[in-house]
């Protein structure tokens, strides 16, 4: 690298946002790599960009392998944005390199291209590689989501890269994340080739295989039609695109996509008022949906399709939410059901959930013999643990998700001339599932085949499973959410501890109730979570938790008296 000097633009003191705005930021300003990489207000993130197609390309020289970088902020307001590494299996970015990767955008201007230096020596030499030298099969694949940031920071991302010696870059512009990591996972596969549109043919193959056989040819009470909520992000661009499929004619899924991004304003419109994230949050129907005739099934997206969430209202009016661990337990009783069926005792399976999981989930899935591992929120603390057991599934209540499968299932499920019935079921939703990373449109055309399957009305699944404990969840703006530390699974606070004390006291006041206050991985927000016996009491104990955060530190806007 020697003399190479950073181009002004990406760099602290020269950063530029997209519109080509001067926007510096402080050489002394930390950042961190959360869970799901860097994210933060689009302005400051163009030296960020460039920084981590810096670190993609030494970690794509180093396994000399396909490396991918996605640009997104996923739920955030549209003026947000953020990047993060994906490893050449499709997954996270190991731990090492995270601390790594903060290392380097942390550093100021000076100390950066000395860290660059030092840093790709280093790594070269690790892997018994002069500095210079750049593999083969060295590459980095670039996505992004619709936001009008998104094309100005993929191009920091490859100058990035070019800083890194990795000239060969490819660009997936307006790609949904999780499609994104089945693309990097594939390249790298010696058995897969690259192929811009396979996790669309992967899913749409499965799934229409997957209805043909299903056992209910005269459908009673599962309808093939749903709205989907695309929060006027990148799934608005795909999800019809899914069923774009010979198969289509014969057996003909009605999909109505609203705050699908087709209005010129859609980009101010990203996750407002709609989208997974939202719908959850207020437990309410998104923008565009008021009109939606009762027990009408709908699903919602969030803005870069790596969650889903369903929702309807009943016959009387009620709101009701089906979240991930509705989705999780939907599944659940279909895997059991064939593996059951097949007599496949030597199967393990094992549910993996966080905090955030609803007490009655837990309790369902104990009631199906399976104890769920609470593990920390984000993908990199489910994924790995779901992958302990043949069949894992993991999903966070905020609709993120997938189901893993261990060698010994694949050798289990292998095509035979004389395959049961149960066991083709199991091959083609292991087929539906993007089983890399939660994907929101291949878990919606998962949850489908298997209503499909039951021959159940949206109903019917929010009645046949479990009922939610009431809940609440409120968002408290927070910039330093490192005073907040807590327990492996996130249920208590380590510190500070006389908080955490406060919250027990208030929670042993309520009937059934449980509470937690996290921060969050993602946005600089504190995150509070509430369960009671009635909905107005989960509100109010949330509200409780926010005022006994707000005493110890204010909370900068105005909290609702509580009586």
């Keep these: 690298m020697g003399s190479k000097k950073v181009a002004e633009n990406f760099t602290r003191a020269g950063n ?5 705005n001067f926007c510096p930021v402080l050489q002394d300003k930390k950042f961190r790599y959360g869970t799901a990489g860097f994210r933060y207000p689009n302005e400051e993130m163009t030296f960020i960009a ?9 970690r794509a020289r180093s396994l000399n392998q396909v490396v991918g970088v996605m640009v997104t902020a996923s739920h955030n307001p549209t003026g947000d944005n953020g990047v993060k590494i994906i490893e050449p299996t499709g997954h996270m970015l190991e731990n090492d390199w995270e601390h ?3 290392e380097l955008v942390n550093a100021n201007d000076t100390e950066f291209e000395e860290l660059a230096s030092s840093t790709e020596k280093s790594i070269m030499e690790k892997t018994g590689l002069k500095t210079e030298t750049i593999p083969d099969n060295a590459k980095i694949f670039i996505g992004s989501d619709t936001r009008d940031s998104s094309p100005w920071l993929m191009r920091a991302v490859a100058r990035g890269a070019e800083f890194g010696r990795v000239l060969k870059v490819n660009e997936f512009v307006n790609f949904t994340t999780p499609q994104l990591h089945y693309i990097v996972y594939a390249t790298n596969k010696p058995n897969l080739s690259f192929d811009r549109l396979a996790p669309v043919r992967k899913t749409t193959d499965a799934f229409f295989e997957f209805i043909k056989r299903c056992p209910s040819k005269q459908l009673e009470n599962y309808k093939p039609s749903l709205i989907v909520d695309c929060a006027n992000g990148v799934g608005a661009l795909w999800v019809l695109e899914y069923l774009n499929h010979p198969e289509q004619k014969n057996f003909p899924m009605n999909i109505t996509l609203k705050n699908d991004a087709k209005d010129a304003a ?9 989208g997974a994230d939202f719908v959850k949050l207020w437990r309410t129907f998104p923008r565009g949906f008021k009109n939606v005739p009762s027990e009408t099934r709908c699903a919602a997206l969030d803005g ?3 969650r889903l969430v369903y929702f309807y209202s009943n016959n009387n009016g009620v709101f009701i939410l089906l979240d991930g661990d509705q989705i999780a337990a939907l599944y659940a009783k279909f895997l059991i059901k064939q593996l059951e069926l097949l007599g496949a005792k030597d199967l393990s399976i094992g549910v993996v959930q966080t905090a955030y999981a609803n007490g009655n989930s837990s309790r369902y899935f104990r009631s199906l013999g399976i104890e769920p591992a609470i593990v920390a929120t984000g993908v990199k603390n489910l994924h790995p643990k779901s992958e302990t057991y043949d069949i894992g599934i993991y999903f966070e209540a905020n609709g993120h998700g997938t189901v893993t499968f261990s060698e010994k299932f694949w050798d289990f499920v292998k095509e035979t001339p004389a395959d049961p019935e149960p066991k083709i079921m199991l091959r083609l939703f292991s087929q539906i599932i993007n089983d890399i990373v939660g994907d929101g449109i291949a878990d919606l055309f998962a949850v489908e ?3 499909r399957y039951f021959d159940w009305s949206i109903g019917d ?5 479990y009922t939610d404990v009431p809940s609440a969840q409120l968002k408290i703006p927070f910039r330093d959410r490192s005073i907040f530390q807590t327990t492996p699974d996130e249920t208590r606070l380590i510190k500070p501890e006389v908080m955490q004390k406060e919250i027990d006291v208030w929670v042993s006041k309520f009937h ?5 206050v996290r921060p969050s991985g993602t946005e600089p927000i504190v995150r509070i979570y509430a369960e009671a016996d009635t909905d107005e009491n989960a509100l109010h104990l949330a509200y409780r938790i926010a005022h006994v955060v707000d005493k110890n530190y204010p909370i900068p806007f105005e909290l609702p008296e509580i009586e």
């Design 16 to 20: 530029v946002n997209f519109n080509g």
């Design 50 to 58: 460039f920084r981590i197609g810096f670190l993609a390309s030494l």
């Design 100 to 102: 790594l990767a903060t």
């Design 266 to 274: 859609a980009n101010e419109y990203l996750n407002r008022d709609c």
């Design 304 to 306: 870069d399709a790596d």
């Design 449 to 451: 085949a298997i209503l």
């Design 461 to 465: 699944w929010a009645s046949k499973i």
């Design 512 to 516: 059934g109730a449980r509470a937690f």
